[in-house]
């Protein structure tokens, strides 16, 4: 399978937004669901947010009302929007597709908020 492809991180200051994008529409599948998870160093990594083909959403909670994801047209994109960035929300930021047991991710982006 097509492993996802992320973009968009980098370096912003704090109160910043960044956008990342994921795209893996080249799969033979087609994703029930995609996520980003982050993780930052020495620390598990964890959910951001997640979309179903639906579109449901599920959110962590240190991300509601700042962070939005949302499905691009072309099968198996993903982006988030990360508003009123803080310096805790620096780590590595993974996409993740899900169909039925299986799972793909990218290799990740750095988000690094700092001033």
């Known amino acids: 399978q097509v492993q996802p492809v992320e973009s968009g991180g980098g370096l912003v200051q704090p109160g910043g937004s960044l956008r990342l994008s994921c795209a893996a529409s080249?799969?033979?599948?087609?994703?029930?669901?995609m996520g980003w998870y982050r993780q930052a160093p020495g620390k598990q990594r964890e959910l951001v947010a997640s979309i179903s083909r639906g579109g449901s959403t599920n959110y962590a909670d240190f991300v509601k009302g700042r962070f939005t994801i949302s499905r691009g047209n072309a099968k198996n994109t993903v982006y988030l929007q990360m508003n009123t960035l803080k310096p805790e929300d620096t780590a590595v930021y993974y996409c993740?597709?899900?169909?039925?047991?299986?799972?793909?991710w990218g290799q990740g982006t750095q988000v690094t908020v700092s001033s």
């Open positions: 993740r597709g899900e169909y039925e047991t299986y799972i793909i």
């Open positions: 080249t799969a033979n599948l087609n994703y029930n669901r």
